[in-house]
Every structure is written in C-alpha cells, then in structure tokens.
C-alpha cells in the first residue's frame, strides 16, 4: 500500500504560480506512475498530468498545456507539479495519485480508476 501526502496549496492570484509536491511511502517509488488530479467544486476528478516511472514521458490535460509541468524526484520519494499562469478556472483540490499496481509502464494512464493510492488533497484557489 502506497501513501501520498500532498502540500503546497493555496491562494494566488490570476497569473500566479504554485508549486505542489507529494511525497510517497510505502512502496518503490522509482517503479510505478504517478499522477496529479483536480475536482473542482460540483465536478468529477479529472486528470491534469501525469508522469511515467522514469519521469521521461508525461501526459498533460489540454486545459493545462504549456502553464503545468510535473517532475518528479525518485531519490527523494516526491513528485511534483508546477503551476503558472494560474486562471480562476484552475481553483480546485488537487490530488497526487499512484499507480502502483502496475510497474515499469511507459505511459502513464489518465483514467482516475486506474490509480490505486491517493493522497488526502490540497486545495488550491485563484482569485481574479
């Protein structure tokens, strides 16, 4: 069983950035997937980024290409997302998500049913 602890949240202003990270435990980090999620108030989860195990391939969400990038550190068990140019329509919790089960894939899934481990969430808001 994975365990995700998300931080970085919090309030900015439009054009602002934010840096999330989510540090893992419990299972080899440097093997599997892991991915950033956001739900919106009144919305389903959906994906924003993901990574694969090496961190070499990325998927990111049209609505955040080219204003969000995630990384990830293997050494240090942590992941990141980097926002910027935040707009008011990016304000939601945002989650880091592992997809553990399976190991050494080369594209990370987008599928929010897909990842077995999640982290508790964080919220982050823009204001206009």
């Known amino acids: 069983q994975v365990q995700l602890v998300e931080s970085g949240g919090g309030l900015v202003q439009t054009g602002g950035s934010l840096r999330l990270s989510c540090a893992a435990s419990?299972?080899?980090?440097?093997?599997?997937?892991m991915g950033w999620f956001r739900q919106a108030s009144g919305t389903e989860r959906e994906v924003v980024v993901c990574t694969n195990w090496r961190g070499d391939k990325t998927y990111d969400a049209d609505s955040v290409k080219g204003r969000f990038t995630i990384s990830r550190d293997n050494d240090k068990n942590t992941v990141y997302l980097q926002m910027n140019s935040l707009n008011p329509e990016d304000t939601a919790v945002y989650y880091c998500?592992?997809?553990?089960?399976?190991?050494?894939?080369?594209?990370?899934?987008?599928?929010?049913?897909?990842?077995?481990?999640w982290g508790q969430g964080t919220q982050v808001t823009v204001s206009s």
């Open positions: 998500a592992a997809d553990s089960d399976r190991l050494f894939v080369t594209m990370c899934r987008q599928s929010v049913h897909e990842y077995d481990g």
């Open positions: 419990g299972r080899t980090f440097s093997r599997y997937a």
